[in-house]
């Protein structure tokens, strides 16, 4: 199975493109690091003018020749306890759902993409058990950690420092084997595995979670 690995950069370069009508250019995605420009991204990400901040609405296209590839967008009537995304494909064809939503135990986001024409899909909860714990058992100590960086001068320390953990990975499971990474989050960077989801799904679940 071939891999793929890429990566979402909101630098400056990546927006300067020119955006589709009522829309904003938001970012790409690419490979490598995120932090030079890629040759060619593999999708420039338009964002919808105006749209609300928890429930964004997108649309990416290809760089050259430029052509959308899929959009994103908020479903109307989804249940309160969730969000819902429609992702259909350039030509306009329904490809799929993405939810946002709780885990089972309601602690973790959760994220799940539904592959309509596969008829698969793939949950991701953000941030791993042994991250959290290690997330709340460093919380005490925050305070002492911004006073240190006060009197050393730094009066914006790096947002790392507080960031809750992130790492995901969109399993899913086929022919009753066991569950397979079809998505994988770490350190900025995304990896799937070609042939498990179709390719504008995951595109459109990395712009979504990095949104």
């Known amino acids: 199975m071939t891999e793929i690995t890429f990566c979402l950069s909101r630098e400056e370069f990546a927006q300067q493109f020119t955006a589709l009508p009522e829309h ?18 593999l999708a420039r990400i338009h964002r919808l003018g105006g749209s609300d901040d928890h429930e964004p609405a997108f649309a990416l296209t290809a760089a050259e020749p430029t052509h959308t590839l899929c959009t994103v967008v908020p479903q109307a009537g989804a249940a309160e306890s969730h969000t819902a995304y429609t ?35 793939a949950v991701a909860y953000k941030g791993t058990i042994r991250g959290w714990i290690a997330y709340w058992a460093i919380s005490p100590f925050w305070a002492i950690m911004a006073l240190i960086f006060l009197l ?43 042939g498990q989801l179709d390719m504008n799904l995951i595109h459109a679940q990395a712009v979504l979670y990095g949104a």
């Open 152 to 194: 050393n001068g730094d009066v914006r320390p790096g947002g790392s420092l507080w960031s809750k953990p992130h790492r995901a990975r969109w399993r899913m499971r086929a022919g009753g084997g066991p569950r397979k990474a079809a998505l994988d989050f770490n350190t900025g960077r995304y990896r799937a595995g070609s």
């Open 24 to 41: 904003e250019a938001w970012g790409a995605l690419q490979t490598g690091n995120g932090r030079i420009a890629a040759e060619s991204p």
């Open 87 to 121: 992702v259909h494909d350039g030509s306009g064809r329904f490809i799929g759902r993405i939810i946002h939503e709780r885990s089972p135990l309601g602690i973790r986001q959760a994220w799940r993409i539904e592959d309509a024409a596969k008829q698969y899909s």
